[in-house]
């Protein structure tokens, strides 16, 4: 069955190009993207490799740990490193795990036979802490990802879950935020002093707090 949001993402052990991953483990109280590709030397996915380890120090402000993943042998993960630092600008700064043998792609249902019966689809799971499913995203090989928008998910995430707010369509950090509808007007008065915006009861805008 494949993983909900809510779930815990489940553990594993896997060889990766930093060593055996104990996943919970390696997790430890970061947040973790864990993402798959379809397959090493091929075009897309060297862009993304390289413009994920461009994008690390970005992670690492968010307490974010990247790990990658596709079913090609650890020795191929080792030569196409050279690859990606070549042509992207960036060297390979965060574990691929090694699945050759499917452990993980099966256990996080990656691989999806009518699309490919071989290869793993571009997956993304967002893992909190608590090692909980917070997000995931499924793309074709066709389809590069865009990370930013997965920075703006791991933003909004951290922001509502230590506030009662959520946050609207193309949200940007710094951006107005929804007072959640469960918070009545005379909390959000304690809350948001500062007050708000009622567009309707049920659509109050606030100023993101600390902006
Ligand atoms: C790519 O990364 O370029 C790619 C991988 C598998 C299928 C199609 C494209």
């Given at each position: 069955m494949s993983l909900r949001l809510g779930d815990i993402a489940p553990d594993f052990t896997q060889e990766s190009t930093e060593g055996p991953i104990h996943f919970h483990e390696w997790a430890g109280d970061s947040w973790v993207i864990l993402f798959s590709h379809?397959?090493?030397?091929t075009p897309v996915c060297t862009t993304e490799l390289g413009e994920v380890s461009r994008l690390k120090p970005e992670f690492e402000k968010r307490n974010t740990k990247v790990i990658g993943l596709s079913v090609d042998p650890l020795e191929d993960h080792k030569a196409w490193a050279g690859d990606i630092q070549e042509t992207?600008?960036?060297?390979?700064n965060f574990p691929l795990l090694a699945d050759a043998d499917r452990k993980v792609s099966d256990l996080y249902d990656m691989i999806h036979p009518n699309a490919n019966d071989t290869l793993t689809v571009r997956s993304v799971f967002i893992v909190d802490p608590n090692k909980k499913i917070r997000l995931t995203l499924t793309y074709p090989a066709s389809t590069g990802r865009h990370f930013d928008e997965i920075l703006r998910v791991l933003d909004s995430l951290q922001l509502t879950d230590s506030h009662k707010l959520a946050t609207p369509v193309n949200w940007q950090p710094g951006g107005d935020c929804i007072i959640v509808p469960a918070v009545s007007n005379e909390e959000a008065a304690k809350l948001f002093p500062e007050g708000w915006d009622e567009k309707k009861p049920y659509l109050r805008l606030v100023k993101q707090p600390g902006k």
């Amino acid at each position: 069955m494949s993983l909900r949001l809510g779930d815990i993402a489940p553990d594993f052990t896997q060889e990766s190009t930093e060593g055996p991953i104990h996943f919970h483990e390696w997790a430890g109280d970061s947040w973790v993207i864990l993402f798959s590709h379809p397959k090493d030397f091929t075009p897309v996915c060297t862009t993304e490799l390289g413009e994920v380890s461009r994008l690390k120090p970005e992670f690492e402000k968010r307490n974010t740990k990247v790990i990658g993943l596709s079913v090609d042998p650890l020795e191929d993960h080792k030569a196409w490193a050279g690859d990606i630092q070549e042509t992207q600008g960036s060297a390979l700064n965060f574990p691929l795990l090694a699945d050759a043998d499917r452990k993980v792609s099966d256990l996080y249902d990656m691989i999806h036979p009518n699309a490919n019966d071989t290869l793993t689809v571009r997956s993304v799971f967002i893992v909190d802490p608590n090692k909980k499913i917070r997000l995931t995203l499924t793309y074709p090989a066709s389809t590069g990802r865009h990370f930013d928008e997965i920075l703006r998910v791991l933003d909004s995430l951290q922001l509502t879950d230590s506030h009662k707010l959520a946050t609207p369509v193309n949200w940007q950090p710094g951006g107005d935020c929804i007072i959640v509808p469960a918070v009545s007007n005379e909390e959000a008065a304690k809350l948001f002093p500062e007050g708000w915006d009622e567009k309707k009861p049920y659509l109050r805008l606030v100023k993101q707090p600390g902006k």
